[in-house]
Structures are given as C-alpha cells and as structure tokens.
C-alpha cells in the first residue's frame, strides 16, 4: 500500500510518516504544495493525505489539479473545524476529511476504509485462534462453543475481528457498532468491551481483547508475557 | 464624487430658492408688461379723443390746410407721437406714406402697431373712424406712439429681476451652507467622542442627553452596539481564561509526569506506563480543544448546515439505545413521550440529547425512571430530559449552560467532567434557532432546549 502525505509542519510529517510506516505503508511525504502536486500527478499512489494550509500552493489546489487526471483517494486535513472547508474539500472531490487535532488511529481506521473500498468482497466467515465468527448469520463460538451475545455486543466483536490485530480507537468503535459520529466522552464503549470481554476471555484461554491504554481495543493473539497489565 | 451634506443642503437651498424666485419674476414681469400696455392704450385712446374734434370742426378742403398745420405742431411738439389720416379722398390725407404691410398691420379699427423706419420699438396705434361731414367724407384717424420707454423700462425691469433670482439663489447657498455647518455641529461633536472610543476604555458611551432627538435615536443604536460589543469582549476575555485553566491541569501532568519518567532510567514498562498515561491526558486536551472549536462554530453564528426533516423521538430513541448499557449498568429506566417531526442536523442533534441523557443518568438514583418528553410548541419543538435526584440548587440554574461550569466546583478539571455538555447544548440548540432551559424543583431536574419548527 503506497501512500503520498503532504504536510508542511515537521513534527507532524514525521510522526505521521514513522507510523504509517510501521503500519505497513510505503511512505513518500511533500513538504510544500508544489511538491506535493508534483508527486501526487507523476507517481501512483493507493492514497494521499493532504493537509488544507500548505505553504506554495495550498491543499485544494493540489486536489484540484490531481482531479484533473487522477481519482486517487485522498483524505484532507483542516485545521480549522469550518464547515465551508470540509463541504468544499468534498465539493472538489476529496474522500474524507480529518480535522486537526486528530488522532493517529482515527487516520488509520479512515486509511483503511477508503483502501478497503477498492478491495471489494470480504468473507463471511471469520476465525481468530479458536474462536470463530459467521457474519452472515450472526453467530459467534469459541472452543467450538457458542457464544450468547447481544446484538450489540456482536456487532463489537465483528467490528473488532474483522480489523484482527489493528487498534482500534473509542471514537471508530462508536462509529462502526452505533453509528455515533460525533465526539463524545461517554464510556458506552468501555461498559460494551467489558460486557463482551465476559462472554469471549472470562470463560476461555487465551485472551483476545486487549486494551491499549489512552489508545483503544484491539482483537489478537498475544503471547502472554508482553501483555498490558 | 461624494458632497458633504452641507453642500449637498447648500445646492438645494439654491435650487428651491432659484425655482421661487424665477416664478415669482416671471408674474412680475407679466403683471408690469399688462400695466404698460394698459397704459399705452389708455394713452393711445385719450390722444384719439384729442385730435378727433380737430377733424370735425374742419369739413372742407379749405379748412384741411389747418388741421395739418395743427397735426404738423402736435407731433413736433412730441415727437413720440405719429398721426395718419386715410381716406378715399384724396384731398382728405395726412401724414407719411404707408406701405401695404404697415397699413395692414395697423389695421382699420381698435389698436395695432407697425413698424417705422429709424425706430427700434415698435409704433402703437390706434384707429377710429371719424364720420362724414359736409364736403369731407369719413375719415380712418390713426394715433400712434412710439413704444420705446415701454420696451425700455420692461427691459430694465427684467434685467433687475433676474439678477435679483442669480444673487438671491446664490445667497440661499450661501446661508444654507452657514445653517448646515452650524446644524451639524453636534455630528462632528459625536464623531470626535466615536474617534475616542478604544478596546481600552470598552464601558465609555457617546454622551446623548444633550442631543437633538434625531441624533440621540443615532447614538443609543450606537451605544446598544458599544454594550453589545462589550459583552462579547468579556465574554471572550472570560473565554480566554477558561481555556487557559482547563488546559494547565492536563499540561501539567504531562510535563511533570514527562520530566519524573526521564530524572531516572526505566524499565521499557515504566516508560510505556508513562507514555500511555501521557497519551490519556493529551486525548482529554484533544477532545477539549475539538469541544472548543465546535463551541466556536455556534459563537460564529452558523447554522446547521446539513439538516433534514426527521422524527424527533426516534432520533431520541437513537441516543438512548446508544447509552443502553450505561442506563442498564447505574440501573435506570428511559421512557421517551410525544413526538413531533423536525428539520435538524441529526448528528448534532443526538449529541445534544446524549449529554443530557448522560447527565441524567449521572444524576438519577438507582432504580430510577428518566423521561424525555418531546413537545410540539408553536414556532419550536421543545425537547426537554427530566431525572429525579438531589436536584440543583435555584443559583446554579442560570449559569448551568456556561461552558467549563460545574455545580460542584471541586470537580473542575476532573478526569470524567469537563463541564462542556450543557455548554455543546445550548451551541446545538443555538444552530437550530432554538435556545436552552433548566429547571430543578422538588427533585425532580428538568433540562433541554428547543428547536425552530
Ligand atoms: N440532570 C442533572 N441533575 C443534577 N445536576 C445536573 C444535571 N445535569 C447537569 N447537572 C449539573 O450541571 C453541571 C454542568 O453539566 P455539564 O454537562 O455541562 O458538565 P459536566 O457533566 O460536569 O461535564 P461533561 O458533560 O463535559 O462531561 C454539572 O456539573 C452537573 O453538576
Ligand atoms: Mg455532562
């Protein structure tokens, strides 16, 4: 997955690079708009993410050249939560927009939305060490065993196992299980996990659903000596 | 090009005046011409009468040698005066030869006027017949004047009036600049106080109590916008410092928190601790400074920009099967009453109502029941939760919906709380031109807002 990201403030472009690196990405940056519309229209890129404020040329109007020729996905930062920013960064044709601050989650978990988009069928059976998941008729087991869950509490687990192994944050899970896309500060998601947590780790070994402190939840095998207190 | 409104009033002083003026010269003008001609005429008939009974005692040949000498010292005598006698018998003349078109104009009877050579105003006249008497047959007299110390004195009279309207024009311009300038004096005096007035002195009024009505309607607009402008400003200073207190709790555990971990080498687990205890408390900053920005959005004046016609107690039921198992885990019930349809934003809308389910919850002892009740009022939809529970004490109430407050100020800069839901509230109902409530009486907790139909 090769990924292009234009951002002019250093310490972003660096932590932004590094993690997407180390989530697998192959990671170009442009550091100024001009280089950044350069890049973005002579080499292929998965997906690019293109800050608004950019010194040279700013970001809509390496968006609009880029539509010009090419449909690549793009995802744009703002920095000023204005609505006229984000209805005319869509208007132009980015795909998703990210206001500053954001977190570096939230990038991923919108990365990975607009690159699945282009993947097509996922399958409908899922199976994470011994436990196993139909999405299709909603049905979950472990050990062979079947697991009694809410509606809500399987839409959580098939959330989390389908991004098996990616972190995912509070704001992602609230959106993908209930549909809320605003911020809020409830501990909906905390009660769900604890709830789910019950029914899939309590009774079996090992553990799947882990916390990540101050990050979120993530579904995996680990082995038992690096985990989380 | 701009006129100030002195001239501007200056030019329209001379027009008006230059209008009356010119019409008022034109009657004149036209009442002298009538007097003259009058004049003439009366003249001209009374000359008539004169030299008629000449002709009329002299009726024979002999005795018309004498009229001509009698006419013949009359007009030396004036020369203003002409005198023609016609008649069809030769013998029976007097005066110059006429031309045809001098006879014409002169006409046979009544009055008239021709033309004369080496004159510049024209002859008047006036013509009779004298009848027949004797040998001599009925003769036309003429009587004419010359009309020129007529023509001369309307002349003189005109020139007079028009450089009266000129002269009195230009001084109504005059004194109306002087009238403006003067009448504008307490403008210059407001502007002068309006030049004075700066950020540093933001209580400062322009000084109305002695000033015309029409300028006082003027300056209290103006002072209801200084008051106006104030209360934003406070507003914003008390904005300022708010922030900055919220956000140095959290800072100052970072870098206290940051500077502890790096005094001493740690163990990888200890510097992850550290780090993942640092990245609560930035997401707590981050969730603040994006709270912030959306307040600012409602401060900003904008409306919800995406809005569609729903119904609201199912965009309720929305918010509430969100918080389930928070409702089930403090042990209360949620029952939602009435329903109306609306054009909101559906997002802001649900948040609204999730930090004041939130609220309830937080508030309501176990076992107890929250009810929303949505309420269809003219002109607004009203959407309010009700709890039961300690209640808030009457002083609180008002400023509930003011961001970073919190009842029980020992918990400012806590953890859960930031005392920014009722405040993200009142911004929703504010972009849907509605406005908030709360009311707390005996335990029972009444808070909502409400949305334009
Ligand atoms: N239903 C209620 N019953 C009693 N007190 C309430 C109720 N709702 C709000 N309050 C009081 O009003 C204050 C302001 O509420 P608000 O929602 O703005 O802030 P908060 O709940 O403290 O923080 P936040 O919602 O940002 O997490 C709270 O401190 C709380 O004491
Ligand atoms: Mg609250």
């Known amino acids: ?229 | 090009m701009k006129l100030s409104i002195s001239k501007r009033l200056a030019a329209m002083f001379a027009v008006a005046s230059f209008v009356m003026l010119a019409v008022l010269s034109v009657a004149m003008h036209g009442l002298l011409k009538r007097e003259l001609e009058r004049h003439q005429s009366n003249e001209l008939q009374a000359r008539w009468t004169m030299y008629k009974p000449i002709i009329m005692r002299n009726d024979d040949v002999e005795h018309w040698e004498y009229v001509r000498t009698k006419f013949d010292n009359s007009i030396s005598e004036n020369n203003r005066v002409s005198l023609w006698v016609q008649s069809n018998d030769s013998r029976f003349l007097y005066g110059s030869s006429l031309t045809d078109e001098q006879r014409h104009m002169i006409g046979t009877r009544g009055f008239g006027q021709a033309m004369l050579p080496g004159h510049d105003a024209p002859l008047k006249t006036y013509s009779a017949e004298v009848e027949a008497r004797g040998e001599r047959p009925a003769v036309l007299l003429t009587v004419g004047i010359d009309s020129k110390p007529f023509v001369e004195t309307l002349r003189a009279f005109t020139v007079g009036l028009i450089a009266l309207t000129v002269v009195g024009a230009l001084g109504a311009a005059g004194l109306g600049y002087y009238i403006a300038r003067v009448g504008m004096r307490p403008l210059d005096r407001l502007s002068g106080e309006a030049r004075g007035l700066s950020p540093g002195h933001l209580s400062r009024r322009l000084q109305t109590d002695t000033l015309a009505p029409e300028l006082s309607e003027l300056a209290d607009s103006f002072n209801g916008a200084l008051s106006r402008l104030e209360t934003a400003y406070q507003q914003l200073e008390a904005f300022n410092a708010d922030v900055a207190h919220e956000l140095r709790t959290p800072l100052g555990n970072l870098i206290g928190q940051t500077q502890v971990t790096l005094s001493r080498e740690r163990s990888v687990t200890e510097l992850k601790e550290a780090l993942h205890s640092n990245l609560e408390d930035l997401e707590r900053l981050r969730a603040i400074v994006n709270d912030m920005l959306f307040l600012a959005r409602a401060d900003r004046g904008e409306r919800a920009p995406n809005r569609v016609e729903v119904s609201i107690a199912q965009e309720v039921s929305h918010a509430v099967e969100y918080l389930e198992f928070i409702f089930e885990e403090a042990g209360v019930k949620v029952r939602i009453e009435g329903d109306a349809q609306a054009s909101i934003e559906t997002s802001l809308f649900r948040r609204a109502v999730t930090n004041l389910l939130q609220n309830a919850v937080q508030h309501a002892p176990r076992g107890a029941e929250i009810v929303v009740f949505v309420l269809q009022q003219p002109g607004a939809i009203r959407v309010s939760v009700q709890n039961t529970g300690s209640g808030i004490a009457r002083e609180h109430l008002s400023r509930l919906f003011d961001r970073f407050y919190r009842v029980d100020s020992s918990r400012s800069g806590s953890r859960e709380n930031h005392g920014l839901g009722l405040a993200i509230v009142r911004a929703v109902a504010t972009m849907h031109g509605g406005t908030v409530f709360a009311e707390s009486e005996s335990g029972a907790t009444t808070i909502g807002f409400t949305v334009a139909a």
């Not at chain 1, 990671?27 to 690019?48: P, Q, S, T």
């Not at chain 1, 990365?111 to 008729?137: H, V, Y």
Request: glycine share 6%; proline share 3%.
């Open chain 1, 1 to 229: 997955m090769k990924v292009l990201i234009v951002e002019d403030e250093p310490k972003t472009a660096d932590y932004l690079e590094r993690g997407l690196r180390e989530q697998g990405y192959v990671v170009d940056v442009a550091r100024d708009g001009l280089d950044g519309k350069h890049m973005a229209l002579e080499y292929e890129y998965d997906v690019i993410v293109l800050d608004v404020m950019l010194p040279g040329t700013d970001g809509f109007s390496v968006l609009h050249a880029l539509r010009e020729r090419r449909q690549t996905p793009v995802i744009m930062l703002t920095a000023r939560d204005r609505v006229d920013d984000r209805v005319r960064g869509l208007r132009e044709g980015a795909d998703d927009y990210l206001v500053k601050p954001f977190s570096f989650l939230e990038l991923v978990a919108r990365l990975q939305a607009l690159t699945r988009r282009s993947r097509g069928q996922e399958a409908m059976q899922l199976r994470i060490a011994d436990l196993q998941i139909d999405l299709l008729a909603r049905k979950a087991w472990r050990n062979g065993q079947r697991l009694d869950l809410t509606a809500k509490e399987f839409a959580l687990l098939a959330a989390l196992a389908r991004r098996k192994g990616e972190i995912l944050s509070k704001t992602t899970i609230a959106e993908l299980v209930w549909d809320v896309n605003f911020d809020s500060d409830t501990n909906v998601v905390e009660v769900a996990v604890k709830r789910l947590r019950s029914k899939l780790d309590d009774p079996f070994k090992p553990t799947l659903l882990h916390t990540v402190r101050g990050m979120g939840y993530v579904l995996e095998v680990r082995d038992e000596q690096s985990e989380d207190a």
